[in-house]
């Protein structure tokens, strides 16, 4: 048996009227790795972590985790387990007998099984409650309990879908820390799959942005953040600027865009005349009401300054499309004397990413 | 692994989980209230008077079609016989010491609730196969529709049709004696116990009532989260145990709903005893009925009392016995 | 019949039930459509087998084997000038009659309740077990409780002027109507009560901020958006009560519904196969009546999906969403 986790190989998902879901998704998941498919809704990724957990077949393509093949074994035989939407815990049954479900299938005998549940109820906090139904319990205690009841059969990888769903943001919040404890203490792989940005970005050692039914990137937090890959990804993640134009000119590994704005220089290469596009942090935009640069600066018109408590973030109309930036919070009242009014938007070549086509 | 777990060190895990505590107790602060009428209402409270207009043609039917005419059943059981009818307010015993006078009373109530019981269980054996294919096998709504309405139908039809139409079949020229006379020639002679005797009578009453058992159970299978099914199955369940651990607890709430209708209203049958039975088969339904023709309403009205109540305790064991607040 | 038979039709009946809870799906389910199909045989077989002997001659007899098909005497007997037949016909027509003002009470009952039940009110919960209490009530007892206090009432409606004689028309048949329309109210209530859970409340709310008045806002917006409930309540009343008999039995006095007259026939006279052609007409005249309110229904639900459609500009690509089953 090999160590290699959790591999998609050409994975394609077809659903009858020819509709593609998920498209030559390959992936390598890492034991032990905390990965986040990230995406809007629509875009293919909990088809995906349905064709992990064997709820759905791969049209083509194979699955395998260290090294094993998946395809056609059914989820009962898969050494991975999901954590559903809404929980699905079983709500006829205590919390222990829901944790304590998966070994009862198993064959393990009455005692046994009992003791090791307890272990995963403590494990998850939930001692004081193991004899209470689901219903009579809250949301962040039921999505506890159906991490507890995957826990105790001691999956090679958990599987959560929209865990943080259900929950009110001050709970998710929570939640996260929670979860991504927990996973660290394990050490079993967590593929969780959301549409919420910061959540992936707080949580995942990996992030694996989907939309239209193929991976977009993948990468870690930082690396999506900072380098977008293209413009549907820098676009998803938000708080960046797109710029499009055609190449002026390349040399030494730095090219110059044409955009209807001004001329914009970033770090990469291409071909004189081709179209291209790149983007800029809101973070890394400098505002300032001094004269447009020759490169790397626009005028914009600030329409609102948004105050978000540690930052302030600027909504600016570049002839009729959206720009932005983020400045510290202490610089709210300077700037909104400038709602209305035209500033210049700079930034520095290093801050400038280009986006592939 | 669980059990090594354990072991470590805890500290991130607590912090986190102490603040989890935290935000709960502030999630459970606006848990909205369960309502407490049968149906969630939205919108502003409007008059009360407005209410009332809504509520009354309705309550109103009831009580005077329903209600009215069952407390009836009990007063008029406690009242003076009269030669055509009873003496209102005269109250006494003896319509019920007319009842007991020979044990025919006692031993048809006996056979009609062992009959009406085991048609019920047999409801259930027929019925939830039937349910679970409609709501389980087959895949799409449409089509789902199209049969379920195909079994429901002859619900519309009229109930002493439903019963002469036995006649053709079970009769001792019937169809059931053709095959077995005729085709697979497994008796020389029909069978006459087919008609006139309680098998036909069990036949007629579990076609016309078992419908009353699909219907909820179906409704309820219908309604099932899937992901309760799914999740059992990623727990490595195997079909027969995701069926006993899950899908029929589940569905118990519909079997309940199923077994009360169908014992209640088979304990209170009088028409298909009647033209099934011929005359040689008493249920208390034809006890009623005879004492009402002779007449001794009060007699009649102590029988019908009698069976009300059998059939409550009845209802209330079931209640208890599935323990419906566990299960829902 | 023996033990030993009964134990083997038990075993032969549980054979479905047995095979759903054990067998995986790929192997129950062929169990189960086969089961389904005996199942329907079983609901409908001995109505096809009325049907075939009411098409016999006039040699035909109640039971098989069958004489001279398709010859169509007996319906043709429907129309002799008898005395017999002209009380069939005489029932028919009271029971249209009956049936037609028992669906419209039952819409508007069915509606009222339905908008009282979307307000909170005391008394909600009795209410609503008080209208699922008529589906429980066993008929016979219903029919003998109206009908002590119809003789306990009679007196004293003629002491205020009421000409009341029991079982008289045209007041003889408000007890009638009564207790068709309570048997009818729960599945009227029922499909009202399906209609407002899809009802949103809000196209009500703003019809009142335009200024539009109570009644102005019930007329214009709510009562187009539940029509077709209000519709489908009406055609339960007039199916069930059509085809009521035990509720109706002992409060119908000299009225005789088509039921009743049916009842009549089968247990005193001489049965002859125009006894089938006759329940055969009535099954065809209640499926009509389903085909029509499933017609109606269907149009009705297709108008409402246009509608939609056209909302939101057609623009959605609706057969890919249907065809993708996952969550996202």
Not at chain 2, 257 to 266: A, N, W
Request: glycine share 8%; charged share 15%.
């Amino acid at each position: 048996m090999s160590d290699t986790g959790l591999v998609l190989k050409d994975v394609y998902r077809v659903f009858p009227g020819n509709v593609t879901a998920v498209s030559d998704v390959n992936l390598e998941i890492k034991n032990g790795e905390y990965v986040v498919f990230l995406g809007p809704s629509g875009c293919g990724k909990t088809t995906t972590l349905r064709m992990i957990g064997g709820h759905d077949d791969p049209s083509s393509g194979t699955i395998t985790i260290d090294g094993e093949l998946l395809n056609g074994v059914t989820p009962a035989k898969r050494p991975i387990t999901t954590v559903f939407q809404h929980y699905a815990l079983f709500p006829h049954k205590s919390v222990l007998q829901n944790v304590a479900f998966g070994l009862k299938m198993q064959g393990m005998d009455k005692a046994e099984r009992e003791t090791q549940a307890k272990a995963a109820i403590e494990l998850v906090g939930l001692t004081a409650m193991m004899d209470r139904k689901p219903r009579e319990l809250s949301g962040g205690q039921q999505q506890r309990v159906a991490l507890g009841r995957v826990l105790v059969t001691r999956p090679k990888a958990i599987l959560l879908d929209e865990p943080l769903g259900g929950l009110d943001r001050l709970l998710q919040l929570k939640m996260r820390v929670e979860l991504r404890a927990l996973q660290r203490e394990l050490g079993i792989t967590f593929i969780h799959v959301t549409h919420n940005q910061e959540e992936a970005l707080s949580m995942a050692d990996r992030i694996v942005v989907m939309g239209d039914a193929i991976v977009q990137q993948v990468g870690t937090p930082e690396k999506l953040a900072r380098q977008p890959r293209n413009e549907f990804v820098a676009t998803f993640m938000g708080d960046n600027n797109v710029l499009k134009g055609t190449i002026a000119s390349a040399s030494g590994g730095v090219i110059v865009i044409d955009t209807p704005y001004g001329k914009v220089e970033v770090e990469g290469t291409g071909n004189v005349g081709d179209e291209s596009s790149m983007a800029i942090r809101a973070s890394a935009v400098k505002v300032s009401t001094d004269a447009v640069p020759a490169i790397n600066g626009i005028k914009v018109r600030l329409d609102f300054a948004e105050y978000l408590g540690d930052s302030v973030k600027l909504h600016m109309d570049l002839d009729g499309k959206p720009f932005m930036a983020k400045v510290h919070e202490e610089r709210y009242a300077e700037i909104r004397a400038y709602e209305g009014k035209d500033i210049t938007a700079s930034w520095t070549r290093e801050d400038g990413h280009l986006l592939e086509q | 692994m669980v059990t090594s777990l354990s072991s470590n060190d805890h500290h991130a895990l607590d912090e986190a989980k102490a603040e989890v505590a935290a935000a709960e107790a502030v999630e459970k602060q606006t848990l909205p209230e369960a309502p407490l009428g049968i149906m969630a209402t939205s919108g502003p409270v409007r008059s009360p008077l407005v209410t009332l207009a809504w509520i009354a043609p309705g309550t109103i039917w009831l009580l005077l079609f329903l209600i009215a005419p069952l407390l009836m059943i009990v007063l008029v059981s406690l009242w003076e016989r009269t030669p055509v009818g009873f003496e209102a307010f005269s109250f006494t015993g003896a319509a019920y010491g007319r009842l007991f006078e020979t044990s025919v009373y006692t031993n048809t109530l006996r056979d009609t609730v062992i009959r009406s019981v085991i048609i019920t269980l047999l409801c259930i054996l027929i019925g939830y196969p039937i349910a679970f294919f409609l709501a389980r096998c087959v895949k799409t709504v449409k089509f789902q529709i199209a049969l379920f309405i195909v079994v429901l139908a002859p619900f519309w039809v009229a109930y002493v049709v439903r019963i002469v139409s036995w006649l053709p079949v079970l009769g001792r020229q019937g169809l059931i004696n053709y095959f077995l006379v005729n085709v697979l020639q497994v008796v020389q002679e029909p069978v006459d116990a087919l008609f006139y005797s309680t098998f036909a009578i069990t036949l007629a009453l579990i076609q016309l009532y078992v419908l009353f058992m699909v219907t909820p159970i179906f409704f309820q299978l219908a309604t099932l989260d899937n992901a309760s099914v799914e999740a059992a199955r990623d727990l490595g369940a195997t079909p027969s145990r995701v069926f006993r651990e899950v899908i029929f607890p589940l569905s118990l709430p519909g079997v309940l709903i199923g077994c009360i209708f169908v014992f209640v209203l088979t304990m209170g049958e009088f028409a298909t005893v009647r033209l099934i039975g011929g005359g040689t088969i008493q249920s208390v339904g034809t006890i009623v009925y005879e004492a009402y023709v002779l007449p001794d309403l009060p007699k009649a009205a102590a029988g019908a009392t009698i069976l009300v109540a059998v059939m409550t305790v009845g209802v209330a064991i079931m209640l208890r016995f599935s323990k419906i607040r566990e299960v829902v | 019949m023996s033990l030993f038979t009964y134990l083997i039709i038990l075993i032969i009946i549980s054979i479905p039930f047995a095979a759903m809870v054990f067998l995986p799906m790929k192997w129950s389910k062929p169990v189960l459509v086969a089961s389904f199909i005996i199942f329907i045989l079983f609901m409908y077989g001995p109505m096809m087998t009325m049907g075939v002997l009411s098409l016999q001659g006039p040699e035909g007899s109640m039971t098989l084997p069958a004489h001279d098909l398709f010859s169509g005497h007996w319906y043709s007997q429907l129309n002799a000038d008898s005395d017999l037949m002209a009380g069939v016909r005489d029932g028919i027509g009271k029971s249209l009659w009956i049936s037609l003002i028992v669906a419209g009470i039952t819409a508007i009952l069915s509606l009222t309740l339905g908008m009282a039940f979307r307000r909170s009110f005391r008394g909600s919960g009795i209410l609503f077990y008080a209208i699922l209490l008529s589906l429980m009530t066993p008929g016979l007892l219903l029919s003998l409780g109206l009908s002590f206090l119809l003789y306990y009432a009679t007196p004293y409606l003629n002491d205020v002027g009421i000409n009341y004689h029991t079982g008289q028309a045209p007041l003889g048949f408000v007890p009638i109507i009564g207790v068709q329309a309570v048997w009818a109210l729960p599945f009227g209530f029922l499909v009202m009560m399906s209609i407002f859970n899809r009802y949103d409340a809000r196209a009500e709310e703003a019809a009142r901020d335009l200024g539009a008045s109570s009644v102005r806002t019930f007329r214009e917006v709510t009562l187009p958006l539940v029509w077709t409930g209000v519709f489908g309540a009406g055609l339960f009343g007039f199916t069930l009560a059509l085809n009521e008999f035990e509720r109706t039995f002992l409060v119908s006095g000299a009225i005789n519904t088509l039921p009743l007259e049916l009842f009549i026939i089968t247990s005193t006279s001489v049965l002859r196969p125009y006894v089938y052609s006759l329940g055969v007409v009535t099954i065809l005249f209640s499926f009509l009546l389903i085909g029509l309110f499933l017609i109606v229904s269907a149009v009705a639900g297709r108008k409402k999906a246009l509608a939609i459609d056209e909302d939101d500009g057609g623009s959605m690509n609706t057969s890919a969403m249907h065809a993708a089953p996952s969550g996202d």
